[in-house]
């Protein structure tokens, strides 16, 4: 596959921020179709969960990547069936995924846990700001956000502060179409990947994050 890589290079900052902290190291952007599946719908979660295990594996073996590929699909579920964490039946379904798996999964093929933090509603998100600095400025990658009423999986990129408030940079992986179909800047401009206001998230939902433990300036807890 032809997967883009560092989408949000070159993005630029909301006006003039005073304090930033974007994703250390290099990832493959993961969206629906880009292996010639068809997922719209159902999805979004697994494609953000291949995402960070994009960035894994390359922080973790960046000359031995090919020793240590990001799971398709199918062996997500099969690995979440295996572990007993879902019922044979969910094998070849179409059933989501979220946080909770996609730290099970972290686990089971990168050998890194996941910090899992949990958001009552959209409005604590400013409560976790200093959470997502620090995990960013220490060499982070990139983190997996879901919730109930905004069920839409997403990745965050980095965080930054300034005099339009707070924003988060969200990489969206509902864009359909083969890897490599559209170049970055077809990207960026169509807002795949974006900044957005923390205000801008739904405050009747909740949210889950869930932070891979592993730093490209450090090493795996």
Not at 26 to 36: N, P, Q, T, V
Not at 178 to 183: I, K, T
């Amino acid at each position: 596959m032809s997967l883009l890589s560092d989408v949000h290079l070159g993005l630029p900052f909301p006006a003039s921020p005073r304090r930033m902290a974007l994703v250390s190291g290099s990832y493959c952007y993961y969206h629906y179709g880009c292996d010639g599946v068809d997922d719209r719908g159902w999805g979004c979660g697994y494609r953000t969960l291949q995402t960070v295990c994009s960035w894994l594996a390359a922080s973790a073996h960046p000359r031995e990547t090919d020793d240590h590929p990001v799971p398709s699909l199918k062996e997500i579920q099969d690995s979440l069936v295996e572990m007993g964490d879902k019922p044979p039946s969910f094998a070849g379904s179409r059933d989501w995924i979220g946080t909770v798996e996609a730290a099970l999964c972290m686990d089971h093929f990168c050998a890194v846990p996941g910090k899992l933090i949990h958001l009552p509603r959209g409005q604590d998100l400013g409560k976790e700001l200093e959470t997502l600095y620090a995990h960013f400025q220490g060499g982070g990658g990139p983190v997996m956000m879901g919730g109930d009423r905004d069920n839409s999986s997403k990745g965050l990129l980095g965080v930054c502060s300034g005099p339009k408030g707070h924003h988060l940079l969200v990489l969206d992986p509902h864009y359909y179409g083969r890897a490599g179909s559209l170049a970055k800047a077809g990207l960026q401009a169509k807002g795949w990947v974006c900044w957005r206001e923390l205000g801008s998230f739904e405050e009747g939902s909740f949210y889950n994050l869930c932070l891979p433990q592993f730093w490209t300036k450090g090493s795996s807890l």
